[in-house]
Antibody, heavy 119, light 109 residues
Framework: EVQLVESGGGLVQPGGSLRLSCAASGFTLSSYWMHWVRQVPGKGLVWVSRMSSDGSTINYADSVQGRFTISRDNAKNTLSLQMNSLRAEDTAVYYC????????????WGQGTLVTVSS | EIVLTQSPGTLSLSPGERATLSCRASQSVSNNYLAWYQQKLGQAPRLLIYGASYRATGIPDRFSGSGSGTDFTLTISRLEPEDFAVYYCQHYDTSPSYSFGQGTKLEIK
């Protein structure tokens, strides 16, 4: 059974950093494109970042470019998102998702982890 | 970037009725790269339809997708109690760009 379990969310002050992790089971992360998608509670979905199956392609939404870094640990089958210089507008639930049809859609989602940026 | 506009914002129907949800794109969607997701309160989204009309694994056949160009539709043929949720459409293009509609809330009448 495919499972994605995020962790690492919490309360952080503006300008601070946080590292999210996504533990995958039931499949091998390095065989799929993987993504982070976020959602402000009660609002819509916004794509954040992606990494290709071979790790050679990494992309970010303009809103997080230069502040967030996606990475992967193949030995631990874990995806990460390092978030620096956090802003109030980064407050959201962050979902780890697996790509379907290479990278066009998102077929499995974790339960999400809440990041709150506030002083 | 393509903007997706979903309508209606809220749809009130009864179990057993047919639901028709719309997703309109600001430009033509290439290769029908359009998906639909269901999200229940407090849960992660679930993929229902991809490629405009292909049901994802395990999705009941009462869910169907159609459309091309700028107009897409998600149809639920006979509503079950568990179908009341928020539905989002999503588009991909190769820039890369992933855009979501603002959602349609399907509520019990």
């Amino acid at each position: 059974e495919v499972q994605l379990v995020e962790s690492g969310g919490g309360l952080v002050q503006p300008g601070g950093s946080l590292r999210l992790s996504c533990a995958a089971s039931g499949f091998t992360l390095s065989s799929y494109w993987m993504h982070w998608v976020r959602q402000v509670p009660g609002k819509g979905l916004v794509w954040v970042s992606r990494m290709s199956s071979d790790g050679s392609t990494i992309n970010y939404a303009d809103s997080v470019q230069g502040r967030f870094t996606i990475s992967r640990d193949n030995a631990k089958n874990t995806l990460s998102l390092q978030m620096n210089s956090l802003r109030a507008e980064d407050t959201a639930v962050y979902y780890c998702t697996r790509g379907l049809v290479a990278t066009r859609y998102f077929d499995y989602w974790g339960q999400g982890t809440l990041v709150t940026v506030s002083s | 970037e393509i903007v997706l506009t979903q309508s209606p914002g809220t749809l009130s129907l009864s179990p057993g009725e047919r639901a028709t949800l719309s997703c309109r794109a600001s430009q033509s969607v290439s290769n029908n790269y359009l998906a639909w997701y269901q999200q229940k309160l407090g849960q992660a989204p679930r993929l229902l339809i991809y490629g405009a009309s292909y049901r994802a694994t395990g999705i009941p056949d009462r869910f169907s997708g159609s459309g091309s160009g700028t107009d897409f539709t998600l149809t639920i043929s006979r509503l079950e109690p568990e179908d009341f949720a928020v539905y989002y459409c999503q588009h991909y293009d190769t820039s890369p760009s992933y855009s979501f509609g603002q959602g349609t809330k399907l509520e019990i009448k």
